[in-house]
């Protein structure tokens, strides 16, 4: 896949463009129905599928103090996205230019004009153009005079409610992984770069990995069960720490993760965390023996969970 960023509204050419979209923030069940159906359409009829997003969240524009933190960087979306089967990643600076965008004009300027969309797949509750002015029935009409069709795909559901970033926002920040995984399809997860430490976990004979991430929401403190991908792509299983060590005075917010069973010098390496599983709250021990004492309590229960038959796991 590739991305290409919408700098200017030319034409880009691209063969019978299914497009569809959207923040894809998370790129959660519900945008994976939207990818899906686009998909379908774009291998049946030859054509290409593309996802258009936009860069800032439309909110960081329109109401800045109330915008959500992001699920996913962009870098992290376009790998899911690849994974889909998406083409290319067509992404839309979202500027108050933007916004002043009546639903005649995107659907003019952007759909038709720059990306050439034959077709264009979005949610039975998408809505576009200057204060949401336009929707599914609007982009119908445009699309019969511009040359496009347009497919609606009712909401994926999940525990009865529809499938929503704001969703998995909630599940992860409450650290309830069972139910962003359940909304995902796939595992929460972060990317970071090993940093220094005080070392203290090595001094403890449990070393970690201290994790600096780009990532702006993190699971709600605790300790979790995960896997991380080390720099030779392989996926360790390992605890996770989401916290402030109150057992040794607490301070900023830290990321650490113990990897079972592996031992390398992963200073300034990439890690991803995948989490899995919540383990137990954060909480402050009497003193280094209770906490290590708990810690090796923990690797013993995240043996358990990880390394669990398929049908078994969390």
């Known amino acids: 896949m590739t991305r290409v960023r919408l ?10 463009p299914a497009v569809t979209v959207g923040n894809f923030d998370g790129t959660h069940r519900g945008h994976q129905a939207l990818v899906a159906v686009a998909v379908a359409w774009a291998r049946a009829q030859g054509g290409t599928v593309v996802v258009l997003t936009f860069d800032p969240h439309p909110a960081r524009v329109l109401r800045p103090l ?4 992001a699920l996913t960087t962009l870098d992290q979306k376009e790998e899911i996205l690849a994974g889909l089967g998406v083409d290319w990643l067509a992404v839309l600076p979202f500027t108050e230019a933007t916004a002043e965008l009546s639903a005649d004009a995107f659907a003019r300027q952007v759909l038709a004009g720059a990306l050439g969309a034959r077709l264009v797949v979005v ?10 002015g336009g929707d599914p029935a609007t982009l119908r009409l445009l699309g019969d005079a511009l040359g496009f069709s347009v497919r609606t795909v009712p909401p994926v559901l999940h525990a009865g409610s529809p499938v929503s970033s704001s969703r998995v926002r909630e599940a992860v920040l409450r650290g309830n992984m069972a139910e962003a995984t359940a909304l995902l399809g796939r595992p929460f997860f972060i990317d970071g770069t090993v940093v220094r430490g005080d070392g203290r976990g090595r001094s403890l004979g449990i070393p970690t990995a201290n994790v600096s991430t780009e990532n702006e929401i993190l699971p709600g403190r605790g300790v979790y069960a995960g896997r991380s991908r080390v720099p030779t792509g392989d996926w360790i299983p390992a605890v996770i720490n989401v916290g402030e060590r109150p057992t040794f005075g607490g301070g900023g917010p830290v990321i650490e993760a113990h990897l079972i069973d592996f031992s390398a010098d992963l200073y300034g ?15 402050r021990f009497p003193g280094p023996e209770a906490l290590v004492a708990q810690i090796h309590a923990d690797i013993a229960k995240a043996r358990v969970l990880l390394l669990a038959p398929r049908g078994n796991t969390v």
């Open 7 to 16: 700098e200017t509204l030319g034409p880009v050419g691209w063969p019978a």
């Open 66 to 69: 109330r915008a959500p933190a």
């Open 123 to 132: 949610g039975e509750s998408f809505r576009f153009g200057h204060r949401r």
């Open 269 to 283: 390496t990439r890690l991803r965390l995948e989490f899995q599983a919540h383990l137990r709250a954060e909480r």
